[in-house]
């Protein structure tokens, strides 16, 4: 028996094993090939994506792999579907690269799907599928909290100068390195060229991050929705993400005006570009 066959079947997914560490998919599939990259310490196999993940080590250096084609447990698409999406990312994150972004080393065909190669980081979730690193992320001081802010606000700044929009961008999306005091983010899979169109009616995300717009068949999704993605971020970072009321604000009333005015129903009633907003931000974190 090697390491990737399965142990198991429970019901709906099968048990697998890779350098004795267990993972779940809907039915067998050879991911041995994923020691090619080197000996692995973490997998990944929660996602709805289509994807499953791994850190790995080789020559002491620690690398993030994505991996699409197999049948991943959480997915309800089609294995073709999830490489074709993987294939796709290649260029996004070729072109909003940035030091606060995770970094893309490679992507290529291997193992009868798609694999995108990253470097390794030891920082931190924020997204609510990871309660423990959630909880230390939310236990940090209020001044960390506002770096980590406009480190986000400065990264969505860049990609609007590389032409693109944010989508699907959520709590899961932000990262922290705890040892080190550094911001990174992460799954930028489907920030697309703008404007883009709003083809499906609800769109792909996080309820809590999304703008009217990102419901609504045919709606221009803009900078001005990327606007109201700030707001809503920043009401997650300090003030419990759906619940905004200014009770539940932990800085001074001014930024909860600005921010409240981010997430307005009515886009004409927003900050009308990412820079409006940052200045009017910056004007009341000096206040």
Request: hydrophobic share 35%.
């Amino acid at each position: 028996m090697n390491n990737t066959t399965p142990t198991w079947y429970l019901s709906d997914f099968y048990i697998q094993y890779i350098n004795n560490i267990p993972y779940k998919l809907k039915t067998p599939f050879d991911m041995s090939f994923i020691e090619q990259y080197g000996k692995v310490f973490k997998v990944y196999d929660d996602q709805d994506s289509g994807n499953i993940c791994f850190g790995v080590e080789s020559d002491g250096k620690k690398y993030f792999i994505k991996f699409a084609g197999a049948p991943t447990e959480q997915y309800s698409g089609k294995p073709e579907d999830a490489i074709a999406r993987l294939k796709s990312t290649v260029s996004i994150y070729q072109d909003l690269a940035h030091p606060k972004l995770i970094r893309f080393i490679k992507a290529e065909e291997v193992g009868g799907g798609f694999a995108s190669i990253f470097e390794w980081t030891d920082a931190e979730c924020m997204g609510r599928m990871y309660p423990l690193s959630r909880e230390k992320f939310l236990q940090m001081p209020d001044n960390t909290r506002l770096e980590v802010f406009n480190d986000i606000l400065s990264f969505h700044i860049h990609v609007k100068k590389q032409g693109y929009v944010a989508i699907d961008f959520y709590d899961g999306s932000i990262m922290y390195d705890f040892g080190i005091g550094r911001t990174l983010i992460c799954d930028i899979d489907f920030y697309s060229k703008s404007p883009y169109i709003n083809t499906m009616g609800r769109m792909w995300g996080s309820s809590i991050f999304m703008s009217p717009e990102e419901f609504t068949l045919g709606a221009t999704i803009d900078e001005i929705t990327n606007v109201y993605l700030m707001g809503a971020t920043a009401f997650a970072l300090f003030g419990m993400g759906k619940d905004r009321s200014i009770e539940k604000w932990r800085l001074n009333d001014q930024l909860y005006k600005v921010v409240l005015k981010a997430v307005n129903v009515d886009r004409k009633n927003r900050q009308q570009s990412l820079a409006e907003f940052e200045c009017e931000w910056k004007r009341a974190c000096d206040n």
